[in-house]
């Protein structure tokens, strides 16, 4: 049981590198005279020697680690399900684990806003204490923020960039894999913060309270520094890959939108993150080292720490934001069956936003005291970026118009993107117009707002993309009935959940509170129900995605007729994706375009297109290679 | 095309329609000064400027629902590549529509709030009542400057005159916190070692226990008791607050 031993070597490794950190500290500490037991220092080094230990245990050692003493590598060959459980590189299986590890802290943050609603039915106390509704709203926070920068990036990006460009992995292969083994110990290290008090300071962990609070805090910050670790490493490889691994003949205006939208995302991710990674490492050292970086008493500026957390943090909404459109754009194009409209328009949008996003992320600050005269500049910064912004509506748009609208499940998806992501950008001017922010920031407005953004804009791309990509991951094709229940259950929940939500915000909520004026009861009642309804769509998208995996009727190689080469490979794909390297040819998104190809396999036969369209009646060959796809469902 | 530009223009048009008859509807809490009236303005403004933009988006996608769609993949649309004039038509209208509403409301309102470049806060310097508004865990002490009256704790009421300036001089002895009155709809961080002030005009009557936005509330995340840091508001006529300032001195 390959699986087996590296979980286990993983959890062992792991554990004794925990108790070593600690002795070592211990040791270090007692010969200088102190106690050996200091609990945040402690649990900082065991954090940090754990955490190499199950890397290392995972299989690290192994497939990296012994080169560096100059001994032979290996990997695991570890057949079928067990493949997942292992270090392994193949950027498929990595993207896959990443959903499916994501999917499930989805599943534990939404249980935490179901109980967070639960307390919200009715002013007053009714299942929780200050203590636990601040540990369950903290923990919620950080939960879904880790799924929004990583889930979309690491799951989809990772599967289906490499396809997309035609390459047949990633340019880091390994250290893909670390970046996501290092995600386990983060998960598990956050889960573990009730057991120190809980999460007292939401996922913004503000000083001086995230100095003076309890030693939860030191779990989180050890934790999110090590997933910072895996989203700057993550960004790199991107880069790398995307500039370097394209296949022959993809130049970068053939380039398919979704890739576009990752390398965008790839080095913002590669540029900011270190900005949170910085400020939590700075509450670390006030708190472990006795620094006062955030110590007004001591010469420090608790305002300091916002600037540099903001700095990434607004980055941070186009790490979730971008890959969601890019994803959404794809989907739109291939199920309208027709070109990417303005798709140079598209490309520029992506990189003005990467470009601005650097500039605006004091529009959080509005109201936090910082000098007066940096309001103005970061109001036409915030304002500028509705530009670009609308370009990708633009380009939403234009591809619907006139298309031949095939609905299904992504499509579904994908639409419900650019709905709710209108939503909230108009929301969003509210916010980023100071005269209206002043009464709005960190009231339940806010909250509204981002989730319409995060949520609308990115959860439900990533939905959409993994039934999108569902035959090809699994090699079977989920049940279309199904999951069209789970997208209306689950459009019409979020809508009436988050739209209604902006009235008790406007009306004087603040956000992270457990208890709220009893004139918005009824207002809160109504969310909350909306939001226990939401929260029931995913049994169905979890009962059709593990039904569907075992018993769903095998997929073909191309069933949505896509004409990028994700699609042109066996589904599921070979582990070097494409039996013959592709050649690029032409534009990804010519649908409707006659006689034009988006890829050649040279010594397969023409792969594109795979079946005659309707303007070029009978024109063109089956395709080559196998695949139940032959001849089109024409 | 034309048809389907008209019919689809009809619609969005209807839609906007029914989405500016809500925005008409009466969204806001109590009305206590002059910035709230500001604000209430600004807020109807834009909500009348987003609604045609978010129905755009809403009306292209339901239009094109019902009458693009197909049953499968069997046909290819026609091949608008969307180069040329569109793209540019929508840039600039796009592009209008922000810089209009950074400029107004966005620029002009803040020169309106906003007396100094170098401060940290809101409306005018000086008022004519001054009150020091400390936040601690988890709750606001006020002190009246010149009156040597303090409002201390949770659930005390803090009384001022209507029609006058008052300005918050805000401070924190602990953690961030936030001052918020929604009946004013302002509000400004209390910031460890930095004071931070707001200016507001009061220009209603009203209390809490009418009007339950005529609060102080923490607004800042700051820990344990957070969502307990309030202070209800009265504001009253000019003798009425004297008789009040009286009754707390002799205490
Ligand atoms: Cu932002
Ligand atoms: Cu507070």
Redesign the interface.
Known sequence: MYALKSVAGALGAGLIGFYLGIGGLGAVRALAGYDAWDTEMSITFGYVFGVIGWVMGAGMWGAWGREWFGLRTYDRKAPGWQRYFVFNTDHKVIGIQYLVTFIVVFLLGGLMAMLMRAELTHSGHQLFSNAQYNSIMGLHGIMMIAVAVAALVGGIGNYAVPLLIGAEDMAFPRLNALTYWLIPPVALTLLCTPLLGGIETGWTAYPPLSVLTNNAQILFDVAIITFGLTSILGGLNFVVTIIFMRAPGMTWGKLPIFVWAMFATAWIALLYTQGFAVSLLMVLLDRVAGMSWFDAANGGDPLLDQHVFWFYSHPAVYVMVLPGFGIALEMISHFSRKPLFAYRYAVGALLGILGLSGVVWAHHMFTSGMPNYLHGPFLVATELISIPTGLIFLCALGTIWMGRLWLTTPMLFALAVIFNFACGGVTGIFLADVPTDIHLQDSYFVVAHFHYTIMGGEIFALFGAIYYYFPKMTGRQYNERLGKIHFWWMFIGFNVTFFIMHWPGIQGMNRRIADFMSDLNTANLIVSLAGFFLGASFLVFVFNMVWSWIFGPAAERNPWRARTLDWQTDSPPPLENFPVPPVVRGHPYDYGVPGSVHALFPGRGAEEPPRPPSTFPGAAPAPAGGGGGGGGGG | ?KA?VIAAVVFWAALTLVGEAFALSD???AVGSD?AK??DH??RF?LF???P??T???S??IF??LQ????????????????GL??RI??AV??C???G??IY???T??S???S???????GDTDAEIVIKATGQRWFWSFEYVGQDVTVIGNGREVVLPVDASIKFE?NSI???H?L?V??F??????????T?FMTVKTIELGTFADQ??F?I????????????MESPVRVVTRAEYDDWLASQKSK
């Open positions: 095309m389907n969204l806001f809490p910035q500001d604000f600004i807020f834009l400027l987003g609604i933009v978010f755009v988006a809403v292209v996608i094109s629902l693009f769609r197909a049953r499968g993949p069997e046909e290819d649309g026609p091949a608008m590549r969307g180069t569109p793209p929508w840039l796009t592009g529509l922000a810089v509403v950074m409301p966005g620029l309102g803040l309106k709030l906003q100094t470049g170098s401060g940290f806060g809101w805000v602990d953690v961030i936030s918020w929604p009946a709809r302002m509000k400004i961080d209390a910031i460890p070692g930095r931070t339950q936005s609060r509330q923490c607004a800042e995340l700051c820990g344990l008791d957070h969502s307990a």
